[in-house]
């Protein structure tokens, strides 16, 4: 049966560097982030995005996140895949628990999410279940 969980995160890094730039301002970029999560999940998450920026300041992005931490009462580590955009209202994802990427008491992990980046802090609620 699946179950909600209630978290948020703050970015806590970013690293973020070009490797191609074209003409008229697009760019395709690397992002190195870390995240802190605070709720029914807690820990620290690690993701690199591979980010295609346009001239008119909007992007679209991919990326892995290793999240380490404790999901209501549970210790252990997953992996999302993030599947995202932005522009000036902000970034939006959605993402999946990668299947088999569960460790220690979080083994058997599905789930998914998808979140909405305005401010400092991020609500990201998701469905889930455990192995």
């Given amino acids: 049966m699946k179950r909600e969980a209630k978290c948020t ?10 490797y191609k730039e074209f003409e008229g301002g ?32 909007t992007a679209s992005f991919v990326g892995i996140e290793l999240i380490t931490g404790t999901l209501s009462g549970k ?19 959605k993402w999946t628990i990668l299947p088999d990427s569960g460790t220690d008491e979080l083994a058997g992990i ?14 990201m609620p998701f469905k889930y279940e455990t192995g």
């Fill in 9 to 18: 995160f703050k970015v806590t890094g970013w690293d973020e560097n070009p």
């Fill in 26 to 57: 697009a760019k395709l970029t690397r992002a190195k982030v870390s995240q802190l999560y605070e709720g029914d999940l807690s820990g620290e998450g690690s993701v690199e995005f591979l980010m295609s920026h346009t001239a008119n300041e």
């Fill in 75 to 93: 210790t252990g580590s997953f992996i999302i895949q993030h599947i995202g955009t932005f522009d000036s209202n902000g970034a939006r994802s």
């Fill in 110 to 123: 599905s789930g998914d999410g998808s979140y909405t980046a305005t401010g400092a802090t991020v609500d």
